[in-house]
């Protein structure tokens, strides 16, 4: 499930068909509007989107409107936020480190890498 | 089956107000590293070795007693003085394998090197079930970002 989610995320114009949906259920043919492509590619994009569980689409007369699935985009990027926000704490405190007057040194024979 | 993988990439900048040198230094001396790349409160070191040179590996390795474990084991491909680190590393959380991916940090001097930007790309193969296996071992109470937080 979440490496279909990724999988999905990896197209730039899934990502933007998502990006509208946050606004709010729309139609195919809404979908289609910002994007100079057929109605049929964008239905493969939903249909891609659908089966990695980010958008449910509801089909009603003629008209199929999409919608996000709460659950399925949160899955997807809990697991990368995570590992993007260990990341961010981790050169957070570099920076405090690297904020310090000079260099703390325990070693003061030596400085690794200093070459002036 | 073998388990479901997720491929994913991402990066992570910072400017920091210091020569390349010594953001440099930071990755390449033990003891400075010690001070910056650990895990959580309540973690402490088990295995800490770091054999910075292209071929070497690191090891950082610990626990919160009685809790969870970690693991990071890491080699050193490209190493290019106050511009460039590349390394491949695995994680682990209470043995449990979580990614193995690739980390691409690249410094650039700003301000006639009064200052260095640098950037952090990972790349990884992410075990969705090695996840899901680790949150299980804590008893799911557990969130993904101190599961996350706990290899480190």
Redo the contacts between chains.
């Keep these: ?3 279909h ?2 999988q999905a995320l990896s197209d730039p114009t899934r990502r933007a068909v998502l990006e509208r949906l946050c606004a709010g259920p729309a139609s195919v043919s809404e979908l289609a509007e910002p994007f100079a492509m057929t109605l049929a590619a964008v239905v493969q994009h939903v249909q891609v989107l659908e089966a990695a569980g980010l958008v449910r689409t509801q089909k009603i007369g003629r008209v199929r409107t999409v919608q996000i699935d709460p659950a399925g985009l949160r899955a997807a990027e ?22 310090e007057p000079s ?2 040194s ?2 003061p024979a030596s ?6 | 089956m073998s388990e ?5 990439s ?1 990066s ?1 900048e ?1 400017t ?3 020569p390349p ?6 990755f ?2 033990p ?2 590293k010690a ?3 650990h895990g959580p409160d309540g973690w402490t070191a088990t295995t800490r070795t770091l054999d910075f040179r292209e071929g070497g590996h690191e090891v950082a390795a610990g626990e919160v007693p009685g809790e969870w474990s970690s693991r990071f084991e890491a080699t050193y491909h490209v190493i290019e ?2 511009a460039q680190i590349v390394y491949s590393y695995v994680m682990y959380h209470s043995d449990v394998r979580l ?1 193995v991916s690739v980390a691409t940090l690249e410094l650039e001097p700003l301000d006639g090197g009064a200052a260095t930007r ?1 950037v ?1 790309t ?1 790349q ?1 193969a ?1 075990f ?1 079930d090695g ?1 899901a296996q680790a949150k299980d071992r804590e008893t799911g109470t557990i969130g ?2 101190e ?3 706990g ?2």
Aim: proline content about 9%.
């Design positions: 499930m979440l490496d989610a990724f809990a697991w990368l936020s995570a590992r993007r926000i260990l990341w961010e704490q981790h050169l957070d405190r570099l920076g405090d480190l690297l904020a260099p703390p325990p070693t400085p690794p890498t200093e070459k002036e | 479901p993988i997720t491929h994913a991402f992570v910072r920091y107000p210091v040198a010594r953001v440099f230094a930071a390449a001396d003891d400075l001070q910056w790349f003085t106050d990614s640098l952090m990972e990884g992410y969705a996840e993904l970002l599961l996350v937080a290899v480190l």
